[in-house]
């Protein structure tokens, strides 16, 4: 049918609703013909959908193999390429979860829900969880002419929760912005970080472990080879990421494999100084690493051998996580000489890195949303944790976090927002920048409206998503995504993914951190920059560094 025909169509109906309806449709239509729906990749073609919203269309791409099922002998072994296809892909689909237990980020979700009396959480509600699980989604402008910047997220769950599919991940308001945005799936917990002498024994390079890792450099990949039939110009692609998908991006930036696949990096309440295992073995020992792998094969029976995971490749994905938890044993990315040659703390201090811009911050109440609540219930209980962390110097973090019974739970979030992620997140930006690379350093003060009641939970972990996204799903309706703050997060990320520089004329401007003269930009209603030296960080610096091994 004719545009033409179908505006007079328009016009004839009576309700304003309807026609506002039919008017988007209509734009869609205009602004992404089906050619610009179907794009070409390596593999085959694939259909998208248009999506509007005012006078704005973006091209939305799900669920798009990037990587073979890991499924079968696939299981534990480094992402191979996805087998082609001849007829036209169907890229509106729903994108499945990796193997995981979704009670586990729902809990933590309705958690923080239920302390501010926000509605309950509907997270997790119909999605579908399967080991063939290696996909990413989509969202471009509809211009295909312009070269836009590229913009990869990584999600967040202590890298086993979390799917590329979360409503929160809606990439739509950074396209229209100019931005191509792409969000990926990676295999988590056992299936993604088990390491074992029999996995080593069948990689060519003598190494197990790291298959999310390798999941991602995938991904990343596969931008480089196909984004420029989205819009994308694949010489300024952005990886970012929250929380653990932060840290691996960590991980990354001084991993040789990823030379090439990135240029600019954001960091969100995640960093590089995390000790993860080392999974070489040395003289037949195994590392500790593996002697975990090994505990939790016993626990089916396996054996240390090409039988034994033949056996493992059998079980289940749940039976798999179910043991996993049962056994109290915990799966992370290790030093394995090959994604990652040595802890990147380590790698970093050497200059052994990507030097690209980074931007790395995290939130200025992030634990209040980790501690249990009323907890610890009085100041004695807050002293005996104390001795157990910090030994004899337990009354120097009194006096810097000092409390009484009415205070001893903030005093504990304070405490320990600055230990797992105030701290790390600046030291990071000085091993990075001591490097020679651009970084700049934030902290997010902002997590809600002051006459809402989230306003007394803070800038709580994860409160930065809907600054960035410009998305509210339900179960975080507090946290205003539209609000000025919020344009401006998505206005200094833009720039930064454009350029490798926030700053942008008519805003704050956001010095680059130096190691010698640390400042930080405070993301709040009135951003400032402020110095980011601070006693108690200072303190906690001395302490990381007299237990590190």
Known sequence: MPIASVAEDIRSISSPAARRLLAACLLAISACGSDDLVVLTDAGSIRGVAVSRGDTVVRRFTRVPYAAPPTGALRWRPPRAPARWSVTYDASRPMPACPQDLSGQTSYIQAVGAAIGAP???????????????????????????????????????????????????????ARRGVVVVVVNYRLGVLGFL????????????????????????????????????????????????????????????????????????????????????????????????????????????????????????????????????????????????????????????????????????????????????????????????????????????????????SARQAIIALRTDAWLT?????????????????????????????????????????????VFGANPERWPYVDAESELGRLVRDYWVAFASTGDPNRARRPAWPRFSPSEPSLLELDRVPRVRSARDPRLDWLERMRRSTSP
């Open 120 to 174: 309950a959480s509907r997270y997790g509600e119909g999605v579908t969880v399967s080991e063939d699980c290696l996909y990413l989604s989509i969202w471009a402008p509809a211009s295909t002419r312009a070269r836009h910047p590229v913009m990869v997220w990584l999600h967040g769950g202590s890298n086993v929760h979390g799917w590329a599919g979360d409503p929160f991940f809606d990439g739509s308001a950074l």
């Open 195 to 406: 390491t074992h002498p029999a996995l080593a024994a069948e990689s060519e390079r003598g190494v197990s472990g790291n298959y999310g890792l390798h999941d991602q450099l995938a991904a990343l990949a596969w931008v480089r080879r196909n984004i420029d039939a989205f819009g994308g110009d694949s010489s300024r692609v952005t990886l970012f990421g929250q929380s653990a998908g932060a840290t691996d991006i960590a991980c990354l930036l001084t991993s040789p494999l990823a030379e090439g696949l990135l240029h600019r990096a954001i960091l969100q309440s995640g960093d590089c100084l995390s000790p993860w295992l080392d999974a070489r073995r040395r003289s037949g020992v195994p590392s500790p690493a593996d002697s975990v792998g090994m505990r939790f094969a016993a626990a089916f029976g396996a054996t240390n051998d090409s039988t034994g995971l033949a056996r493992l490749r059998g079980v289940s994905p749940d039976s798999l996580r179910v043991a996993a938890e049962s056994l109290g044993v915990a799966f992370d990315p290790v030093v394995d000489g090959w994604v990652l040659p040595d802890q990147p703390a380590a790698r970093a201090a050497r200059g052994e890195l990507l030097r690209i811009p980074v931007i790395v911050g995290s939130n200025a109440d992030e634990a209040s949303s980790l501690v249990p609540p009323r907890f610890p219930p009085n100041v004695a209980v807050l002293r005996r944790i104390l001795a157990r962390e910090y030994g004899s110097a337990a009354d120097s973090a009194l006096a810097l976090y000092p409390a009484d019974d009415s």
């Open 423 to 467: 701290e790390p997140a600046r030291a990071t930006a000085s091993l990075l920048a001591s490097a020679g690379g651009p970084v700049f350093l934030y902290r997010l003060t902002r997590g809600a409206a002051t006459a809402d009641r989230g306003a007394a939970f803070g800038a709580f972990h994860g409160a930065e998503l809907p600054f």
